[in-house]
Structures are given as C-alpha cells and as structure tokens.
C-alpha cells in the first residue's frame, strides 16, 4: 500500500509532468474566455467628443438624454450611455452636516415641544416647552388639557415678545402646530419705499 502510494505521488509531482501541465495551462485561454464576445464600440471622434462637452458648457441644464436627442437631429449617432461617458462629472458642493449647523446656529436655535402628566384623577395633562439651545433653559411653558392650534401659537407668541424671536424653531410635525404657527414664524418681507 506504501509503495502505490508512492508511485502515484511521484508521477503526479514530477518534475516533467508539472512542467507540461503548466505550459498547458498557460497556452489555454481562461475559462468562459471563448465564449464572451468583444467589448465595447469604435471609438468616438474627437470633433463629437468636443461638441458634446461645447454643448454641455453651453446648456448646463442638459443631461446625456437631451444632448443625445440633439445629436440625433444633427444626424450624429451613437448611444446615450455614450454621451453621458463623455459628459463630465458635476461635483456639488459639499453640504454641512446637521450637527455642523447645529453648532453653528445653536444661538439662533429654539426647540418647542410637548409632554404629557397623568395627574391623581386620571386625567392627562399637556406640558408646552420652549428651550433654547445655547444655554440649555427653559424660555417658556404653559400646561393645557386640550391644546389646539391656536393656543400654541398664541404660547410660542407669549415666549417672544416684540423682536426676540428666534432665526430658528425647530418643531415637531403634529398637527397640533398648525398652519398659524407657520404663517407666524415666517418672516415677513420687508416694506419696499
């Protein structure tokens, strides 16, 4: 049983045999190599090349599908995914986080919001809160059995007197705010002479 198994062994590993193997595999193409078909189209002209990005500099509303359908009409072919290769990419400028403005804005920054408190009798209470951001405090609260609406703006009014309203009140979307309180807090535009 030693001896097979050896036999085999030294067959197999060879220096001759594992020589031919190897230069059977380099000489055969990859598996599945045969069966694909050639990638890609011919190569698009330099004048097209150049009218698509004067056309994108010019229209910069344009995507790949209007200025594919333009060089239809100019009797251009080609596809569109092939224009939008050749477009250049758009970079946006970057955005700041949310926790970027809140730190920018935290002065400018109230919060409004509602809790509830069961009270001994069963019944349920609601607690309106203002806080501002900057220091952390409480600007106003006021408590009701049914807010409405109306009350809550008439409370959001009551924390601000004159002037002192704040550039920012975030909220939640209850229909509890209304549309009043978003009519309120919008600034309004200022008197033309």
Do not use: C
Request: cysteine-free; proline content about 9%.
């Amino acid at each position: 049983m030693g001896l097979a198994v050896q036999g085999v062994a030294r067959l197999e590993a060879g220096p001759r045999h594992r020589r031919s193997r190897d230069r059977a595999e380099l000489a055969a193409p990859p598996l599945g190599h045969a069966l694909r078909a050639p990638s890609g189209g011919p190569p698009v002209e330099a004048a097209i090349k150049a009218l698509v990005r004067s056309m994108a500099a010019a229209n910069p509303l344009w995507g790949a599908p209007r200025i594919h359908g333009e060089l239809l009409k100019l009797g251009i072919g080609g596809a569109e995914r092939t224009v939008s290769r050749l477009l250049q990419k758009r970079r946006s400028p970057p955005s700041q986080t949310w926790r970027t403005f809140l730190t920018n804005h935290v002065r400018d920054l109230v919060s409004v919001d509602f809790f509830t408190v069961p009270t001994a009798r069963l019944r349920v209470l609601f607690v309106f809160v203002v806080l501002a951001h900057d220091r952390r405090r409480v600007l106003h609260f006021n408590v009701t059995e049914h807010p409405t609406a109306a009350w809550t703006t008439q409370q959001i009014v009551d924390a601000f007197p004159d002037d002192s309203a704040p550039s920012y009140l975030l909220r939640g979307r209850d229909s509890v705010y209304g549309h009043v309180l978003a009519y309120k807090t919008t600034p309004s535009p200022e008197p033309t002479p």
